[in-house]
């Protein structure tokens, strides 16, 4: 079984910045990480993608000010957030398609979820 904790998020002001980190427990053979976000009343959106060759991809309304990394002795994924904007508030949700040891298929396990609100 995997597990995945996130840490960081929290309180910031307009043009500021957090970090993001989510961690997965677990036998690992391989993992592509991909964080969401869902703001009050919306739907779901995918935020940023990484796989487990390195390559990364962003929704167009984070890119440039988003950077998605992993470290892979440590199976983490981070999520630096820069030049925060209010409509960037909303819980984020790391998701990691994992392929444990021994396994052949990849599954999705998901986080607990951490709220990041930013002020205007």
């Known amino acids: 079984q995997v597990q995945l904790v996130e840490s960081g998020g929290g309180l910031a002001q307009a043009g500021g910045s957090l970090r993001l980190s989510c961690a997965a427990s677990?036998?690992?053979?391989?993992?592509?990480w991909v964080w969401y976000r869902q703001a009050p009343g919306k739907q779901r959106e995918l935020v940023a993608t990484?796989?487990?060759?390195?390559?990364?991809y962003y929704v167009d309304s984070v890119k440039g000010r988003f950077t998605i990394s992993r470290d892979n002795a440590k199976n983490t994924v981070y999520l630096q957030m820069n030049s925060l904007k209010p409509e960037d508030t909303a819980v984020y949700y790391c998701?990691?398609?994992?392929?444990?040891?021994?396994?052949?298929?990849?599954?999705?396990?998901w986080g607990q979820g951490t709220q990041v609100t930013v002020s205007s």
């Open positions: 998701a990691a398609d994992v392929v444990q040891s021994g396994d052949y298929v990849a599954r999705r396990y």
């Open positions: 990484i796989t487990s060759g390195g390559s990364t």
């Open positions: 677990g036998s690992i053979f391989s993992i592509s």
